[in-house]
Nanobody, 122 residues
Framework: QVHLVESGGDLVQTGESLRLSCTVS????????VAWFRQVPGKEREAVSC????????TYADSTKGRFTISRDNEKNAAYLQMDSLKPEDTAIYYC???????????????WGQGTRVAVSS
């Protein structure tokens, strides 16, 4: 059975940093691309970034360029989202998802975690 578990969400102040983690089990992790999405209640889920099996990264959310960094550790079956210089508009539930390749659309990904909440106060 496939499990994705996100962690690391918290309440922080503007300008602070957080590191989200996504731990994956039940699949050969190194064969999968990992994406981070975020969702504000009442809005569509937004693709943030994705990391391929080659470790090549793609940033989908322009507002996060230069502030967020996606990475992966295949030995730990984990992916990460380092979020620096956080802003109130980054407040959302952050989800990780996996599939064989990256695509910036929600319905491409077959497996999802339960989400971790990030709140940034001004």
């Amino acid at each position: 059975q496939v499990h994705l578990v996100e962690s690391g969400g918290d309440l922080v102040q503007t300008g602070e940093s957080l590191r989200l983690s996504c731990t994956v089990s039940g699949v050969p992790f190194r064969a999968y691309a990992v994406a981070w999405f975020r969702q504000v209640p009442g809005k569509e889920r937004e693709a943030v970034s994705c990391i391929k099996t080659s470790h090549e990264t793609i940033t989908y959310a322009d507002s996060t360029k230069g502030r967020f960094t996606i990475s992966r550790d295949n030995e730990k079956n984990a992916a990460y989202l380092q979020m620096d210089s956080l802003k109130p508009e980054d407040t959302a539930i952050y989800y990780c998802a996996i599939d064989f390749f990256c695509k910036g659309v929600e319905n491409h990904f077959g497996f999802w975690g339960q989400g971790t909440r990030v709140a940034v106060s001004s």
